[in-house]
């Protein structure tokens, strides 16, 4: 496995080379960089483990082209290739704390800002989908306390989204939390609170009724605050 590992990652190091410079604007380069990424690494990386164990060894170089990357269809297509590497990982407890930070980055608005970092919209939702896909497949005690602070203010950020999917979407990662019955509920239930009372007054049906979901889901295993 190991050899197996380390040659892939030698395979993949002048791709992942490309995606180290974010002031680069070859578009062809970089498009490039990330085909050969799908086209040389997703075959092998459909095992569990060896996702697991390749995403260890690039998870920061990945985020790090979502977060700072100056072309966005660069942004846009590491993050789809990102999001579908999670999705075969055994584990994703170790990329927890670096995607949160790119959610506060790049989908939060800044003090002092009116808008996000990212302008895309289809991005912003690409980067909470992330955050949700890793949290539905980490271990609940992976969610430690400062993850879970970091959690609610993602959600609280995002449900002030002017991109109804982008709010559906932290909707949907206050379900996954639920559903990981990770014990921080009980330690931030009146910040969880403040996330979950804005849905239930929301415009959009759908995410009432995902509101409401999160609340019957919370109290049907009696961690309520």
């Given amino acids: ?59 920061t170089i990945l985020l790090n082209c979502i977060c700072q990357d100056r072309v966005e269809k660069c942004r846009e297509q590491c993050l789809e290739f990102t999001y579908d590497a999670f999705s075969y990982s055994s584990d994703t407890s170790f990329a927890l704390a670096a995607t949160l930070e790119l959610c506060k980055k790049r989908v939060l608005i800044a003090p002092k800002m009116r808008e996000p970092e990212e302008e895309s919209e289809e991005i ?44 559906k979407e932290a909707c949907c990662v206050l379900l996954t939390i639920t559903e990981r019955k990770s014990s921080y509920i009980g330690y931030f239930g009146d910040k969880i609170t403040k996330a979950v009372t804005p849905i239930l007054r929301h ?23």
């Avoid at 306390?145 to 950020?157: E, K, R, S, T």
């Fill in 1 to 59: 496995m190991a050899d197996s590992l380390q040659s892939l990652l030698e395979t993949l190091q002048p791709s992942l080379l490309v995606l180290q410079n974010p002031n680069s604007i070859d578009r062809t380069a970089k498009r490039l960089a990330i085909g050969n990424l799908r086209e040389c690494g997703m075959g092998k990386l459909k095992d569990p483990e060896t996702a697991r164990d390749f995403l260890q060894n690039t998870h």
């Fill in 124 to 167: 912003r939702l690409g980067i909470v989908r992330l955050l949700n896909l890793l949290l539905s497949k980490c271990s609940a005690q992976a969610i430690k306390p400062a993850i879970a602070d970091d959690i609610v203010q993602v959600v609280q950020g995002c449900i002030k989204d002017k991109f109804p999917d982008v709010q």
């Fill in 203 to 225: 415009k959009h049906a759908i995410l009432r009724t995902l509101g409401i979901q999160f609340i019957h889901y919370s109290r049907s295993w009696n961690v309520w605050w």
